[in-house]
Nanobody
Framework: QVQLVESGGDLVQPGGSLRLSCVGS????????IYWLRQAPGKGLEWVSQ????????DYAASVKGRFTVSKDNTKNTAYLQMTSLTPEDTARYYC????????RGQGTQVTVSS
């Protein structure tokens, strides 16, 4: 069955960096766009970024553009979200998904930005 497993979340200080990973299985990862979304406490699911089938085309929400970088390694069935200059507003559970709405997503990984 389709499975997406996120990892890499942690507690980090403001200004810090993290790299999230997303391993996909049960579907043609090398023929799929991968989307990153997040959900902050008490808020709805927010689209963060996306990467194309080949990894060449990427897009970002305005709130993370210039700080986050998405990438994809089809040889490892893995997508990444490199996050830098983190702020408390980035605190959320982060999910990778096969669709922009997050209907098919993993369990998520928690990112907490706090001093």
């Amino acid at each position: 069955q389709v499975q997406l497993v996120e990892s890499g979340g942690d507690l980090v200080q403001p200004g810090g960096s993290l790299r999230l990973s997303c391993v996909g299985s049960g579907f043609p990862f090398d023929k799929s766009w991968i989307y990153w979304l997040r959900q902050a406490p008490g808020k709805g699911l927010e689209w963060v970024s996306q990467v194309s089938v080949s990894g060449i085309t990427t897009d970002y929400a305005a709130s993370v553009k210039g700080r986050f970088t998405v990438s994809k390694d089809n040889t490892k069935n893995t997508a990444y979200l490199q996050m830098t200059s983190l702020t408390p507003e980035d605190t959320a559970r982060y999910y990778c998904s096969r669709d922009r709405q997050g209907r098919v997503r993993g369990q998520g990984t928690q990112v907490t930005v706090s001093s």
